[in-house]
């Protein structure tokens, strides 16, 4: 007759399958909580981007020039956004992340309301500066928040998935902005409650600020993860600058290779509106609508489909896919944003952008998945924010400028922006590719070294 084995035979056994059908939250809890991050990129990048539709009539209410209206798409939000990404990342790999984010979400939607109350070149500066420094705590607190929810040969996906708001922002920002813009366009002003009258740039601004808040509501209903992949106690030097140290070869290529691909990015973002309004005749209104849809449908999908394949390539065993397709997409693009820029109008433009696009926003997600797969779980924040912080002090502070001044002082022509932009082109998108390309090596054995120094994660309740 069989016997029942004693409870402490089973019990190490029973407890070890427990955890492991525990370790991961549920699809639906894992996916909500995706959405609502993404829903706050979109309006991050809603926030951030509207002011390149609103350029000519900005221009003419407050007086200012090309150079200063780069400063402020520039310069004034990417000073505090990259300024307070490093400290934030410590931050969020400290507390409770969806309380940094949904403060930081407050923060920028009032400044961009703000943004519509400016009446000089530096109340808009200022207001700028806020909505930079509330942005700065979304993307390090996400990705981390991310990084914990998904095993690592799954997160690649949800990560283009959370970046792909970016795209999305981006082509709402124009559209909606542009529908605003067309239907006040008739009327000087705009009275609005409590504030009363004001021009239909700064009533953009409003709306498209407060109506953002929405976020905040909704991030009270997602559960904040347990920490994964903890340094094993006795290991010496886990902070972010040892991390550094230990694997230099990869960090200053990929770095390196982001931050010159994300300065042509911020180039393009902020005066590709400009030249379809200055080389075609096309208004805010049709800008928007065209430019913003195409942005909008194909930006998006160049984000899922290479979260999608880098994943797809990482299951099937194809060493750091993401970096792989995160070069070979820089590289691809720059032919099309090259004939883009050059095109004979505006719908030939267009056209050319669809297939563009998708390789211009390929790398949004995947590029920092490749970052938070080489770092230790206590870190993914800190890295995070340092990929941001470098992004930003580069690409944001460099891009929207150097278009400018290509312009103004290279050109001397107000309308040759599409140049501007074909020159900026051919000279990053090469060099950024290659850069990202040749981190692929250092990238192999950065993730040896994390999974052979980390431990099983313990179960955190936050």
């Not at 991050?37 to 309006?43: A, R």
């Not at 929810?149 to 990560?159: G, Q, S, Y």
């Not at 924010?385 to 460099?398: H, K, N, R, S, W």
């Amino acid at each position: 007759m069989a016997t029942a084995a004693p409870p402490h035979a089973s019990a190490a056994p029973d407890a070890r399958a427990q955890a492991a059908a525990a370790d991961w939250p549920p699809p639906s809890r894992s996916w909500f909580a995706v959405a609502v991050l993404t829903l706050g990129y979109v309006v991050s990048f809603v926030d951030r981007t509207i002011l390149s539709l609103l350029i000519d009539p900005i221009k003419a209410d407050l007086g200012l020039n090309d150079t200063q209206i780069a400063l402020l798409q520039g310069l004034a939000f990417g000073l505090f956004y990259t300024a307070m990404g490093l400290p934030i990342g410590w931050l969020v790999d400290r507390i409770s992340r969806k309380r940094v984010i949904g403060a930081g979400v407050a923060f920028w939607c009032l400044s961009t309301a703000a943004c519509g109350l400016a009446g000089n070149f530096w109340h808009l500066f200022v207001a700028r500066m806020g909505v930079g420094a509330g942005e700065a705590t979304l993307s390090p607190a996400a990705i981390s928040m991310i990084g914990d929810t998904f095993p690592p040969e799954k997160r690649a996906f949800p990560i283009s998935v959370y970046s792909m708001a970016s795209s999305i922002g981006a082509g709402l920002a124009l559209m909606v902005g542009g529908a605003v813009i067309g239907a006040v366009a008739a009327s000087p002003e705009v009275v609005l409650p409590v504030i009363g009258a004001v021009a239909p740039w700064q009533a953009t601004f409003i709306i498209v600020g407060l109506a953002g808040l929405v976020v905040v509501m909704l991030l009270a209903f997602v559960t904040e993860p347990v920490r994964r992949e903890v340094p094993a106690p006795a290991q010496a030097g886990t902070g972010l600058l040892a991390h550094i140290r230990r694997h230099p070869g990869f960090h200053l290529r990929h770095l390196g290779g982001m931050a010159l691909y994300c300065t042509l990015i911020y180039g393009v973002l902020s005066w590709m509106p400009a030249y379809f309004m200055r080389s075609f005749g096309w208004s805010a209104a049709e800008v928007g609508l065209r430019y913003g849809f195409v942005v909008l449908v194909f930006g998006g999908f160049g984000l899922s489909g290479a979260g999608w394949l880098a994943s797809h390539l990482a299951q099937r065993g194809v060493e750091a896919a993401s970096l792989k397709v995160t070069g070979w997409s820089i590289l691809l693009v720059t032919p099309f944003l090259v004939a883009a820029c050059l095109a004979p109008s505006g719908w030939i433009a267009l056209a050319i952008l669809v297939p563009g696009l998708i390789f211009f926003t390929a790398s949004g997600g995947i590029a920092v998945a490749a970052l938070c797969e080489a770092a230790p779980g206590t870190l993914r924040g800190r890295v995070a924010a340092l990929y941001f912080f470098t992004l930003g002090i580069v690409g944001l502070t460099i891009g929207p400028v150097s278009i400018a001044l290509i312009t103004e002082y290279v050109f001397r022509d107000p309308q040759a922006v599409g140049p501007a932009i074909a020159v900026a082109a051919a000279v990053l998108g090469p060099a950024a590719g290659l850069l990202v390309l040749l981190s692929v090596g250092p990238f192999r054995h950065a993730v040896a070294a994390m999974i052979a120094t980390t431990r099983h994660p313990q179960e955190q309740h936050i």
